[in-house]
């Protein structure tokens, strides 16, 4: 093992606290430095800059009825939506108006090939962008594909900082009219750090007599924080909301429309369906698959699917997003001509719900036949509350060192009573499934993973990007608890 293995003692609420800070960027000194990206984030005046500009900041809104301040990009919830061109060479200014806090951007689904510190992750990539300044991030789009953006610094995205980033297919993967984004979030009332001082408060409460509970005991578990609302393109009802206004997809009879899914949420995973028309899956995380029929999908945080969805019928229809015990986001599917929305009533998920198993990549796979394997234990206490991956937490964790084109299976074990979607950047990795039941002839492509409660999990990848990247549970208070590795490709 490893000498610099983290002791495995519990830390303290006050040393937990002062990490937690330091994560959310702010008093505190960055967790770690990095050989050559210490410097700060390049001052860019307006006038030396022309094209997309994001502005970090905060503003008043109530997207589900509530009001509350929200951070976001331009004034919006979510941002702005990009479109690029695959290949295409791109600038992105990202000014930070948040006032008192550090921030970054990460770009959710882009491989950065040659570029990883503009890979946007706190103090892996390189130091956030301070309060007041701002940064030009450039890099090259690809893969092409539906992805996302959304801040890497403590727990700040899930306050609004996100927004879809498509990179448009050079040849079409489908035949469909037109597409339609359907960004999915949770959304809570208060701020993130609130939300992540009251996990670890709220736990504790919760289980007074308990030094360390071991999550094995636990039943499944959806969420640390919880349910409040979600939005469907930043627009829900709160609880006993009955009038804030909906998202409306409208379509004309006829037409197919590709909706381009993406669950940017902090904390749940959702499971999305449209009444009365079921979706042709062709694609996640931004890698065509052999296309599914299904009445409804699960998306995990952080993964994207593209559907496709025929245009039949007549009328509104719900679209529903829905937590695993059934708490739910609705918008409005609505046909020209159609006012109003349809009438209340109960969801009906259909028997057809996309299986991991199902997933197929399109293109061709070739596996490398004698992998280096890495055994990944998944972990978590609740007082302490912190999890963990091979009992280390990050930032006091081992990086995964590779060399560039080796060749690597990673093999999950979860005990834990909580699913963990985990997200590799820079790269894509094949789904092989469990063990005992591998599929190495058509493994789906992905970027970011479920690992289920009490399952296990093998996906394999070749390590063909060098840099430092980032590895690891997409469930905000999971990240920032300690669930995360760097993996570092040499030479970078
Ligand atoms: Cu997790």
Known sequence: MDPQRTPTHPLSRRQFLANAASFAGTALAPAILLPGCQKRAAVVTADDFSGTVLRAGRFSAAPDGRSREVWGYNGQLPGPVIRVKDGEKVRFKVVNELGDVSTSVHWHGMHQPGTWTMDGVEDVSRSPIPPGSSFIYEFTATPPGTHWYHSHVGVQYGNGLFGPLIVEEPTPIATYD????????????????????????????????????????????????????????????????????????????????????????????????????????????????????????????????????????????????????????????????????????????GEHALKPDEMKSRAPVVLAERPKEISLLLGGSMMPYRWSVNEQFFPKADPIALEKDESIRFHFRNPTGMDHPFHLHGHYFHVLGKPGALNLKDPVQKDTVNVPAKEELVIQWKANNPGRWFFHCHIEWHLAAGMARVVEIKPY
């Open 178 to 349: 037109r597409d339609e984004i359907v960004f999915l979030t949770d959304w809570f009332l208060e701020a993130g750090d609130v939300l992540l001082a009251r996990v670890l408060k709220g736990m504790e409460m919760k289980m007074p007599m308990k030094d360390k509970m071991d999550m094995k005991e636990m039943k499944r578990d959806l969420g640390d924080v919880p349910f409040q609302s979600a939005l469907i393109n930043g627009k829900g009802r709160a609880p006993g909301d009955t009038t804030s206004p909906l998202a409306v997809l409208e379509v004309k009879k006829g037409e197919t429309v590709r909706l381009r899914l993406i669950n940017g949420s902090s904390t749940y995973q959702l499971r999305f369906r449209v009444d009365n028309h079921p979706l042709t899956v062709i694609a996640t995380d931004g890698a065509p698959m052999e296309p599914v029929a299904v009445d409804n999908l699960v998306i995990n945080v952080g993964e994207r699917f593209d559907v496709l969805l025929k245009a039949d019928q007549d009328g509104a229809h719900w679209v529903r997003a829905a937590t695993l015990d059934g708490k739910e986001a609705r918008a409005v599917l609505r046909y020209a001509g159609a006012t109003g929305e349809p009438e209340s009533a109960p969801a009906h998920w």
